[in-house]
Structure formats: structure tokens, C-alpha cells
């Protein structure tokens, strides 16, 4: 094939002898450290290696290598080896979690006809490693209670509250009854946790084929969507209260932590769970009698899908190891010179469900990559001015264990060290999607324009703003910085940013990968070399634009934060918080008129009744003013550090042509502006956290309380609208504005630090 990028010996001659203008220097940068910095930048980015990825890719998913395996351990010390053997100092962390594995599981219908699930992958012929059943983690949620339970069936859709909502208005219960969800909708944890609220007594959830099945193309191994007996494993532990080992909250799980009973553990399921496959789930669901549901709840299986209960009985047992397992962390870092004692943190989980192949390895090859390409560098002789941490985390599938124990082990010295956390997991084809703290929108636009799509060969930039032309959205064209998104959590930036606000970036390309197999058997080295990036060249692209980030974040003379970019987000968000209270109010009010003019009673069906919603209470209006003062003056000084920056810039071109006698009595601190930047992130957490899960300390964003991954933004205040609790609403919007005050006051600072004088 052929090669997409120049060679080292090109990129090298280009960098010594500039033939075209200098660019406009990278930002942080004076516009001589940029062009150094470009230079090495260019050689990394021509070392990242696809074959090697795929080498990598086959030792590391050669077998399951799950919390507590053999092999997840040889994995480990093979990474710490191969940081090792690039020239880093690397070492593994332990720490002792609770890892529940299944001793018992057992879904039968009982009647009106009698089936037995058969819990079990098959073997595929052609895909050799899907025959190691003896060391596969059986399908299951972990985190699950025990149980053994009996009861009716009942549809719930994706078992979301609105789903319950829809039940309700047709009398149908739940209380007493097993719940099967479709998967999908939120994130699975939130299935148990919702159905219990509601009297539920056990959870099954099934992947339906019109979502990651047949109805979305050929099933593995003819294509790569999920086979009838194929299961998603997953964890089912309340993350949104707090990630990590359910036994310690808050503190690293070290050998001699204080620990809670498991019988005490809030996190752990109320009600047992187990996933099942669309081949079980179809006996179930045609047993179920009552009314068809309706067009949105269903799926893509050739039977009429109906609520239920009926004559249908399900019995669901469930019996748990519920032992300590130790996780295996492997840190590795690369000494910083004149700014050691400032972190740049880069991390990929390396265990699996199963074997996983995409999930994680495919970032986890990437991260190898750059590790090995970054101790090229430092051997011809380049130098990190801040330290580089590079980590492979282990449990994160469980829970974000590694990271989040990490973190909290270390808590003291992340805070007082840490400039940004980068985080990978799962690399296929398409688009760079890059989500993170606002604070870095601006850089990763930067980090974007200097990566080369291997399918389109313009930048990973340009492709996502021709993605967000068709996609209906024109102002891309206008070619100002392009949106990133915000995290909510699915991965093991959440420590870092969401319990002690430093600032992150998750990174990955994708949209262009459909796939079935998502933490199945079938997540393995066969089905990714056939069906995903396939040549590892968004491997590549992945190493280079996290590698590319990470080099600029550590030699930066002034961190690349841009609070414009910031300020413009909060304006917006607060935006959408107060449409979504008049958008509350209107729907509340116009439920209220139709229980008034009895219109659900007129329109009834009696053979298919429905009723009317649950009324609820009209939003007072909220006191929105502190926070638009707040913005305001985020706004502003957001501005006045862009101007301080400016000048020092300005004043770095001039002192360049002066003499550097005028540059250095012009000479910021940098050491002191730096040290404010760091903080920045910091300062926006809530310092009593979220209501009801002080875990979760930033205040622009969380993790849904009901939805799971999906992100909130200013989740205080948009989750007690959301939830009608219309009480805490001030005191929501009071704590946002304190934070974005304080974030206006080091922002000021930092300008005044920066200002040339
Ligand atoms: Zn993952």
C-alpha cells in the first residue's frame, strides 16, 4: 500500500530547511519554540507503525484477559515491558476491588410453555479464538444482587422512566413482576435501577436485532452485527453515583483500606439482572399476551411485541462469586526537565469482557504507538519540559476501576501536579470525535487540522466540518473552531475530570464502523482485522493525534487553555436551561387544560385504553440573574486573558527582533501563569458536589442521573428541572454562578501574570 505520509528523511529535511512562510505559531508557543515544536511534532507523527499495532492487537487479544484472569496479568506486565523497552520508567499499581463472577445462572420460562435459556456464545468456526470457552467470562452484568426469583413478565421498552410513564397510563404494573429490556436507550445500569423504583423484582436485557443485530446488517461472522445467541456483558453498578470499587468510595482500594460490606454497598443492583441473547429473548417475548405496544417499542424480532404480564411466568436465578480480585495498573512516565512537577496524563484501559479486540486494544495499540514513538524522540534527543504519564488501566469495564482507584489513591498529587488527563478506548474508522473541557476546544481544533484522514487524505478537521455541512449544520462552513462535546462517562476520564476537575479530552475516531459485537466473545482479533480498521491506518491517526496533543500540552510555554471558548459554551448552556423550564412549564400547563377539558377520557378507545399523564406542578420561575452575572463576567475576563495572551505573544516577536535583553525584562512569570491555568478546571467544582452523589464535584458536567453515560451539563440545575424539583433550582443555579466566580477570578489573575510589562 501506499504510504500516506512522507518518510522520516523527508520530514526531517523539511523541518531544517523551512522553504515556505512560517505558520502562525502553535498556541502557547513563541513563534521559535512553535517551529521546534513542529519539527519533532512532525517527526512523532511518521513513526506510529500499523503493522506493529496489528501485532500487538493479536498478542493482546489472543485470550480472554477479563479482571482477575491469568492472561489480563500477563497483559499487563507485557505492557509495562514494552513501555519499558521504549525508554520509560514503568511500573504496575495494584489495588483489591470487588469483581463479583457468576456461580449460578438460570433464565426458564415456567409457563404458559416451558424454555430454558441457553446463556451461552457459540463457538464460530471460522473466528479461533471464540472456542476458549473454559477461560471466557460466562454473560452477565456485573454487580448484580444474588437472586432467585418468580414472577410475570413484563415489556418494558428500554426500561427508561418514560417507558414507566407509558405503562402507567395503561395500568399495567410492574410491581412483583421480571422486567425485559431492550438494551440501548441509556446506559444498562439505569434498567435495574429504574425497574426496582418501580416494585420490580428482576431484570433481564436483551440486544434487539433492529439495533445492533439483523436489522442493521449481515450478523458475524457473514458480516458484523450480532448473531442470535451473541450477549452484551456489562456492568450494572449505580456509576452514576460513584464509579469504581463499590467497597471504597472515595479512597484508593489499597491492601489495608477501610472497606464496606458488600450487603452495604450502595452501588451493587436492589434487584438481580442477567443479559440475554435475542435468540432467548424471542421465546419470552411471544409468550407475552395483552396490548401490542406501541410502533416506537418495537423491535426487530418476527413476533407481535405486547406489555404483557399474561399467563407468562419467568424464573430468574442468579448466584455471584463475590470475591476481591486485584487489579494490575501499569504506569509509565517520561521525565519532564524545567516544569517536572507539572503532569500531562494519558490513559486506555487494557482488560476486556472477553477478548477485546476493539474494546480496548484497538486504542490500546494506539497508546503503545505513541509511547514507542515519543522514546524516539527523547533518544535523538527531544525533551518533555512537563512529565508525561502514560497509563493502562485495568477494570475499567467493571467500573472505571483502575482509573478511579488510582485517582483517589493519589488525589493529593494529581491535584497539586496534573495539567490534563487524555483519554482513548475504542478506535474504528471515520471521524476524529474529540469531547472534553471546554477550556480545550479551541486546542483540539489546533490538534485536528494537523492530522491527515487516511480515507479522505484532507485533516481530520476538514472532514468533520464537511460531516457537519451534511449533517444540515451550515455555520461550520464558516470555519471558526468547531464544537466539541461534553463528557458525561463511559470511560476513565471520569475520575479525573468529574471528581477533581482537571481538565480532559476523550479521543477517537468512528461513524463509519457498524458492529454486533460489543462486549460479546465476538469482540476479538478475527472480527476486527475483518470488519473495522482493517489496516490499522486509524490506528495510526489515533496515535498521532493523541501523541500530537500530548507533546504540545508538555512543552507549551503557555498552556493552551482558551476561555473564550469556555465562556461561549456556559452562555449557551444556561440558554438551554432556561428554554427547558419554559418548555416544562408549557407541556405541564397543557397537560393541566387537557385533564380540565377531560379530552384523554373523550379519546379513549375502550377496547385499548389509555390514560392520562400524571399531573404535575407548574415551574415557578427561577432567579437566573446570578448566573447571567457570572457569565457575564466569565465573558469578560475570559476576553482579558485572550489580550494578555496576545500581548505576550506580540511581545515574544518583538523581543525575538529586539535582543534578548528586552525580552527578558519583558518576561512574564510563565511558571506563575501556568501554575493559575492548572487550576482552572479545578475551580468549577462544586465543593460539597452533586446533590444526593458528592462524588461528582464539576459543575458544567456529569453523567445523567437516569440516563448513565449520556452527559448533563450543568447537571445540578438541569437535573432538578428535569426531575420537577422545582425547590432546589435556585440553590442549584446560586452554586453554578459561585463556581464560574471563582473561574472569572483566576482568569484575572492569570491575565494580570501575563500581561508584558
Ligand atoms: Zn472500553
Not at 127 to 137: I, M, R
Not at 361 to 374: D, F, T
Not at 651 to 670: F, I, K, V, W, Y
Request: proline share 7%.
Amino acid at each position: 500500500m501506499r504510504p500516506l505520509i512522507p518518510s522520516l528523511v523527508a520530514l526531517g529535511a523539511i523541518a531544517l530547511v523551512p522553504t515556505a512562510p512560517e505558520p502562525e505559531p502553535l498556541r502557547g508557543f513563541t513563534a521559535q519554540s512553535s517551529a521546534l515544536e513542529r519539527s519533532w511534532e512532525a517527526k512523532f507523527r511518521a513513526i506510529p507503525n500499523p503493522q506493529r499495532m496489528r501485532e500487538s492487537m493479536r498478542r493482546l487479544s489472543a485470550r480472554p484477559h477479563h479482571v482477575g484472569s491469568p492472561y489480563g496479568k500477563q497483559n499487563a506486565e507485557w505492557i509495562r515491558d514494552q513501555y519499558a523497552s521504549y525508554g520509560w520508567d514503568a511500573r504496575i499499581e495494584t489495588f483489591d476491588v470487588l469483581f463479583p463472577t457468576p456461580v449460578e445462572r438460570l433464565v426458564e420460562m415456567v409457563a404458559p410453555t416451558r424454555y430454558r435459556a441457553v446463556l451461552q456464545e457459540p463457538t464460530v468456526p471460522a473466528d479461533p479464538t471464540s472456542s476458549q470457552h473454559a477461560e471466557q467470562l460466562p454473560t452477565y452484568n456485573a454487580y448484580s444482587v444474588d437472586g432467585d426469583v418468580t414472577g410475570p413478565l413484563v415489556f418494558v421498552n428500554y426500561g427508561v422512566p418514560a417507558d414507566y410513564e407509558e405503562l402507567e397510563r395503561r395500568g399495567i404494573s410492574v410491581k412483583g413482576a421480571i422486567v425485559i429490556a431492550k438494551y440501548g436507550g441509556s446506559w444498562r445500569g439505569i434498567k435495574p435501577k429504574v425497574a426496582a423504583e418501580h416494585g420490580a423484582i428482576g431484570c433481564l436485557i436483551y440486544s434487539d436485532p433492529a439495533d445492533d443485530g439483523y436489522g442493521n446488517g449481515d450478523v458475524f461472522p457473514k458480516g458484523p452485527m450480532r448473531p442470535p445467541q451473541g450477549v452484551q456483558r456489562g456492568s450494572v453498578a449505580d456509576m452514576p453515583t460513584y464509579p469504581g470499587d463499590p467497597l471504597t468510595p472515595g479512597v484508593g482500594a489499597t491492601k489495608d483500606a477501610k472497606r464496606l460490606a458488600v450487603s452495604a454497598a450502595p452501588t451493587l443492583t436492589k434487584i438481580p439482572v442477567l443479559p440475554i441473547s435475542y435468540g432467548d429473548a424471542q421465546p419470552l417475548l411471544a409468550a407475552l399476551t395483552g396490548p401490542v405496544v406501541p410502533s416506537s417499542w418495537r423491535g426487530g424480532l418476527p413476533i407481535t411485541y405486547r406489555f404483557g404480564p399474561g399467563a407468562s411466568r419467568v424464573h430468574l436465578k442468579v448466584k455471584f462469586d463475590f470475591g476481591l480480585k486485584t487489579l494490575y495498573d501499569v504506569i509509565a512516565r517520561l521525565p519532564g526537565t524545567t516544569e517536572a512537577d507539572q503532569w500531562v496524563i494519558r490513559g486506555n484501559h487494557h482488560d476486556a469482557w472477553v477478548n477485546g479486540a476493539e474494546d480496548p486494544i484497538s486504542g490500546q495499540v494506539a497508546e503503545l504507538e505513541e509511547a514507542r514513538a515519543l522514546g524516539e524522540l527523547y533518544k535523538q534527543g527531544w525533551r518533555p519540559k512537563r512529565t508525561i504519564i502514560y497509563a493502562s488501566w485495568d477494570g475499567e469495564e467493571p467500573g472505571l476501576l483502575g482509573s478511579t482507584e488510582w485517582v483517589e489513591a493519589h488525589a493529593d498529587s494529581l491535584v497539586a501536579h496534573a495539567v490534563a488527563y487524555l483519554n482513548t478506548d475504542s478506535n474504528g474508522r471515520g471521524y476524529l470525535g474529540i469531547d472534553g473541557s471546554h477550556s480545550l476546544e479551541s486546542f483540539a481544533n489546533g490538534v485536528e487540522k494537523d492530522i491527515t484522514d487516511p480515507e479522505s487524505n484532507v485533516s481530520s478537521w476538514k472532514r468533520n466540518q464537511a460531516g457537519l455541512v451534511v449533517g444540515g449544520n451550515a455555520d461550520a462552513r464558516a470555519g471558526g473552531d468547531l464544537r466539541i462535546g461534553a463528557l458525561g462517562s463511559g470511560s476513565d476520564y471520569t475520575p479525573f475530570l468529574q471528581h477533581l476537575g482537571i481538565a480532559s479530552m476523550n479521543l477517537g475516531f468512528g461513524g463509519e464502523d457498524n458492529g454486533g459485537i460489543y462486549h460479546s466473545i465476538y469482540d476479538d482479533f478475527y472480527w476486527y482485522t475483518h470488519f473495522s480498521d482493517t489496516s490499522f491506518v486509524y490506528g495510526r491517526a489515533l496515535a498521532q493525534a493523541v501523541g500530537t496533543t500530548v507533546m504540545r500540552l508538555a512543552n507549551a510555554d503557555v498552556l493552551p487553555f482558551v476561555f473564550t471558548n469556555l465562556a461561549a459554551t456556559t452562555h449557551r448552556y444556561i440558554d438551554e436551561l432556561q428554554k427547558l423550564r419554559d418548555a416544562r412549564a408549557k407541556a405541564i400547563d397543557e397537560e393541566r387544560q387537557r385533564a380540565t377539558d377531560s379530552v384523554y377520557a373523550i379519546v379513549r378507545d375502550p377496547r385499548d385504553p389509555v390514560g392520562a399523564p400524571r399531573l404535575q406542578t407548574s415551574p415557578p420561575r427561577f432567579d437566573f440573574a446570578p448566573l447571567l452575572d457570572a457569565q457575564d463576567s466569565l465573558a469578560a475576563a475570559a476576553k482579558q486573558f485572550e489580550k494578555a495572551y496576545s500581548s505576550w505573544q506580540n511581545g515574544q516577536g518583538a523581543a525575538t527582533q529586539d535582543g534578548s535583553q528586552a525580552a527578558e525584562r519583558a518576561a512574564p512569570n510563565l511558571v506563575d501563569v501556568n501554575r493559575r491555568l492548572m487550576r482552572a478546571e479545578r475551580v468549577l467544582m462544586l465543593r460539597d458536589g452533586l446533590k444526593n452523589r458528592p462524588w461528582f464535584k464539576h459543575s458544567l458536567y456529569a453523567p445523567g442521573f437516569y440516563t448513565g453515560y449520556g452527559v448533563k451539563t450543568m447537571p445540578g440545575i438541569r437535573e432538578a428541572i428535569e426531575q420537577g424539583e422545582w425547590r432546589s433550582v435556585n440553590g442549584e443555579i446560586a452554586r453554578v454562578a459561585e463556581a464560574l466566580n471563582a473561574e472569572t477570578a483566576l482568569l484575572k489573575e492569570a491575565a494580570a501574570l501575563l500581561q508584558a510589562r
